[in-house]
């Protein structure tokens, strides 16, 4: 298990992240409920303010609209035993106004809760209210502070003989203000509780999920892991639950031929988009299910072990088998010349006896006779390829699997109008192709009543057309698609590698030369192999 290096801790703050995560939380949980508070407070205040100035304007509208004020303030003078003073009293006792007071024009009180007030000028200019406006204002007067609503105060014959202003004690506008706030704050408190019970449910589930870390640890991790997945030399390539593409590092996008520049462009791109339908994508995505799976991208061998991860996601390995591969199958084709020469030993010393029976029987004529004949059997075989094939790699080839097939008893013969040039652009590519279609022609024939396998290549301009024919048992039309795909084999896995390879490398090959391979049915029964690559010519 890897051990997390030892850190200093910093005065003042945790070390762990889940720590750090629910201060920060809590922090602002209880910022958000003190701005909220406070810009609920503030049009709190002015609400208030509001409602008191209109209720005070109201009043003043009630009383100003009693017609007898206008002419008990016509008949009467300022005195405290007025009727305007015992009216403007019974008004304020039945309202809770702190004051009503009447005025005249010249702005004398006329009604007063102090009664040595009557008769004196008012505190504030009564000027707006005289003029027939009407006033809201919160203000400071002889009673104090308060919110005030003043009206004009007009006679029956439509003329303003006076005015009305009500006040409404300001202390008691600040009482609701105040006594609001302890149930603004109990809201307060509890929707805080909640935030931080959540706060601290939360960082429970982080400290879990990040295995009690520290942000300084997860980061080293982080980096480690970057470094890791692009220095490795084995590709990796993460999916999410949908088959998006979450991560390719370097190696992964240089085997399966992506933008090896900018693998990070990749990231939530479907897998078949970046792909392309084909088996990588099927092995990649799960739908081929098993270990060390193989597959073919582009000209390259892979082998693929998939793991799935517990969000329903998965990650995917990638190994280049590329070069085992060809080692494999020329390890496979050493084998079969080191058999067949093994079996020529045998036949060579068989040959050598007969030749030293003969001698001793003084049957010369017979002697040169049988060396003549075995010699010129494989002079003619090397002579029929060589005539046919310039390609040195390719004569070569065939001559060798002329002498495999001949110890199989598997004759192998050239179509009489093969004819192939030495301007091949690319031998080693054609050579792969036609090996890999002989030895599987070779083992369908083998067994068969009439064994046979018969290769025909030719150029037609600058395209080299190859067909092989075998005697053996035949491809059902439904499968002739199928055996081209990675994996898919009748025969039993050689010890040293995998089978279903051969085909499957044979088509990806001449696709990459623009061409194409194909699987049909000899004209003789048996089946038949026909491989065109355009351009294979200089």
Do not use: C
């Not at 801790?9 to 070390?15: E, I, S």
């Not at 400290?207 to 640890?217: N, P, V």
């Not at 190696?251 to 520049?261: I, N, Y």
Request: aromatic fraction near 2%.
């Amino acid at each position: 298990m890897r051990s997390l290096p030892l850190r200093t801790r910093r005065l003042g703050l945790p070390r762990r992240a889940v720590s750090q995560i629910l201060l920060t939380q809590l922090a602002i949980a209880a910022g958000v409920l003190v701005l909220a508070t406070g810009l609920f407070l503030a049009p709190l205040s002015h609400q208030l303010d509001d409602q008191a100035m209109r209720r005070a304007l109201a009043i003043a509208q009630s009383a100003a609209a009693d017609p007898s004020l206008a002419a008990d303030l016509l008949r009467s003078g300022p005195t405290a035993d007025s009727p305007v003073q015992a009216a403007a009293e019974r008004i304020r006792s039945a309202t809770g106004a702190e004051y009503v007071v009447v005025l005249d024009l010249k702005g004398i009180r006329r009604s007063h809760p102090s009664p040595d007030r009557i008769g004196l000028p008012v505190s504030t200019d009564p000027s707006d209210a005289l003029a027939g406006h009407e006033v809201m204002e919160i203000d400071r007067g002889t009673l104090g502070r308060s919110a005030r609503g003043k009206v004009p105060l007009v006679a029956a014959d439509g003329q303003i003989v006076g005015a009305v202003s009500v006040g409404i004690a300001y202390d008691s506008v600040r009482d609701r203000l105040v006594g609001a706030i302890p149930g603004l704050l109990a809201y307060s408190g509890g929707a805080l509780a909640a935030g931080a019970l959540a706060a601290y449910l939360l960082s429970r589930r982080i400290q879990r999920q990040t295995r009690d870390l520290a942000f300084s640890d997860i980061a080293g991790l982080l980096a480690e892991r970057e470094a890791m997945l692009h220095s490795i030399r084995e590709g990796v390539i993460a999916l999410d639950a949908d088959d998006r593409v979450r991560l390719v590092n370097d190696e992964a996008a240089r085997l399966l031929g992506l933008d090896q520049d900018h693998p990070g462009t990749l990231a939530g791109r479907p897998l078949d988009e970046v792909l392309g339908a084909g088996r990588t994508s099927d092995v990649l995505a799960g739908r081929v299910t098993g270990r060390d799976l193989l597959t073919v991208q582009g000209p390259r061998v892979l082998v693929a072990n998939r793991m799935p991860t517990a969000d329903g996601g998965a990650v995917a390995t990638l190994r280049d088998r590329t070069e085992l591969e060809h080692l494999s199958r020329e390890l496979d084709s050493t084998k079969g010349l080191i058999d067949a020469l093994r079996a020529q030993d045998h036949e060579h010393a068989n040959r050598l006896h007969t030749l030293l029976g003969l001698l001793e029987l003084g049957l010369h004529e017979e002697a040169a006779a049988f060396v003549t004949e075995v010699v010129g059997v494989h002079r003619t075989t090397a002579e029929q390829v060589t005539e046919k094939v310039h390609d040195p790699l390719l004569a070569a080839l065939l001559v060798g699997k002329a002498t495999v097939a001949a110890e199989r008893g598997v004759p192998l013969r050239l179509a009489p109008d093969s004819l192939l040039p030495d301007r091949l652009v690319d031998p080693g590519g054609l050579v792969t192709i036609v090996g890999n279609l002989v030895d599987n022609a070779l083992d369908a024939a083998a067994g068969s009543a009439a064994p046979l396998v018969e290769v025909d290549i030719r150029a037609e301009g600058r395209t080299a057309v190859l067909r092989v024919r075998d005697s053996g048992p035949g491809i059902p039309a439904g499968r002739r698609e199928e055996i081209f795909t990675e994996g898919w084999s009748t025969k039993q896995p050689a010890g040293h590698r995998e089978r279903g390879l051969g085909l499957a490398l044979v088509r990806r090959l001449a696709e990459r030369q623009g061409g194409s391979a194909r699987a049909g049915a000899a004209e003789d029964g048996g089946a038949e192999f026909s491989v065109v690559l355009p351009e294979a010519l200089r």
